[in-house]
């Protein structure tokens, strides 16, 4: 009887000295995480940035457009409101798509693509969206590793007491109103 209390003893050190190490590397992973999470925002901010100057040029040259426009200027608001890791991800993918309405309608106005300063609004708005995917591929790629080690013996032990999960922030699928491709099919024999 009293060999087992020793056992149970030594068990109980054994796990707990397991989780103060699982403690420390949760904790330098949820910090780096944050630190990558920072980099996603500056970005998502850089690009939020670029936007008022491309309204007002699109306003200029396409004064019919004004609901998209208005669905622009509501994404940035809802952006910069957002509190939440969910939150931003689903105002910077909803951001995405009213740019991708936006570039439909520059697409339309040639005189606007050939406008210098509107061409260098362009080239900061794709620098800004290369920016937000490499950073989003880092974060992900550390949430991953992250998520991961929450799932592993003995680090879920003290993750599911002390730590969450983070979201991943994935690319919105595109929109189903595209043109869709046909494709003829041979019979076969």
Request: charged share 30%.
């Amino acid at each position: 009887m009293r060999f087992n209390r020793y056992r149970v003893v030594a068990i109980g050190l054994a796990a707990l000295s397991l989780s103060a190490c699982s403690y420390r590397k949760f904790a330098e992973q949820e910090q780096a995480i944050k630190e990558e999470w920072a980099q996603v925002r500056s970005e998502l901010q850089r690009r939020n940035d670029v936007i008022p100057s491309l309204i007002e040029k699109v306003r200029s040259s396409a004064p019919d457009q004004e609901s998209v426009c208005q669905t622009a200027v509501d994404s940035r608001a809802r952006l910069v409101a957002a509190r939440t890791a969910v939150e931003t991800i689903d105002a910077a993918n909803q951001q995405s798509l009213t740019l991708e309405r936006l570039m439909a309608i520059v697409e339309q106005h040639p005189e606007l693509r050939a406008n210098d300063s509107f061409k260098r609004l362009m080239d900061e708005l794709a620098a800004a969206q290369n920016g937000i995917a490499v950073e989003r591929m880092r974060y992900n790629a550390r949430v991953q590793r992250y998520n991961i080690s929450r799932r592993q013996f003995p680090g879920m032990l003290t993750a599911d007491l002390f730590f969450h999960d983070f979201p991943f922030f994935e690319v919105p699928p595109p929109p189903r109103d595209g043109p869709k491709a046909e494709i003829d099919r041979q019979p076969q024999p």
